[in-house]
């Protein structure tokens, strides 16, 4: 059993579909976030929860909706999306409130095609 | 000026060589710095953190440069398995590990 998992691996939705991503994680973690991978560009921080409580929102437009009913489940609802969209998506989980160089372990990521 | 800049390479290398990446990061307060490595597809595993005297881990020695602002990463005696692209990652806030800043990563592909 893997620490963090993603399902699905891949997605393929189109843009008047609506689609949840999902991630859980067996380490004990207190902090979930969800990221976006796309080509040519850093990984881009979305959300981040810390003892299931919303602690950042980075300007993610609201056809992203996360959701986090306890510390080991993160969801990312999606719905109305548009072809720019199209990413990998990475949950990644950490324990939280610890100082430095503290480890964010990544899930394999749910590689989205939005057509 | 980026937040963390990094060389994109492709560097590339023979099997043996010595390599070494350069990041360069904007926010002087930076805490704390670390390596992530992501495989092609693959999601970003953590390669080793940055200390402020420099760390080793085996074959990889990482550095640290406060008053120049950038971080290295060198690998000695490149193994085909390192072929990966290497992620520079800096957490601007002291103990507040939800933001990290992430570099667009360095390629690097080790020839036989």
């Known amino acids: 059993e893997t620490g963090v998992t993603q399902t699905p691996r891949h997605l393929v939705m189109g843009m008047t579909n609506k689609k949840s991503l999902k991630c859980e994680q067996h380490?004990?973690?207190?902090?979930m976030y969800w990221y976006k991978q796309s080509a040519k560009k850093p990984l881009e921080l979305m959300f981040v929860?810390?003892?299931?409580?919303?602690?950042e929102n980075n300007s993610v437009p609201s056809r992203f909706s996360p959701e986090c009913p306890n510390s080991s489940h993160l969801f990312l609802h999606l719905h109305t999306l548009q072809p720019e969209d199209s990413a990998l998506y990475l949950c990644?989980?950490?324990?939280?409130?610890?100082?430095?160089?503290?480890?964010?372990?990544f899930g394999q990521g749910t590689r989205l095609t939005v057509v | 000026r980026k937040e963390v800049e990094q060389d994109p390479g492709p560097f590339n290398v023979p099997e043996g060589a010595t390599v070494a990446f350069n990041c360069t990061y904007s926010n002087s307060a930076s805490q704390s710095f670390f390596w992530y490595r992501q495989d092609c597809r693959k999601e970003p595993k953590l390669l080793m953190s940055v200390y402020s005297s420099g760390n080793e881990d085996g074959r990889f020695t990482a550095q640290l440069n406060r008053a120049s602002q950038y971080i290295s990463l060198l690998i000695r005696d490149s193994k085909l398995s390192d072929s990966a692209t290497y992620l520079c990652?800096?957490?601007?806030?002291?103990?507040?590990?939800?933001?990290?800043?992430w570099g667009l990563g360095t390629s690097l592909a080790v020839n036989p």
């Open positions: 380490l004990g973690h207190n902090a």
């Open positions: 990644a989980s950490s324990q939280a409130n610890i100082p430095v160089n503290t480890e964010a372990f």
């Open positions: 929860y810390n003892f299931k409580e919303q602690t």
């Open positions: 990652v800096v957490n601007p806030n002291a103990g507040n590990n939800r933001k990290l800043i």
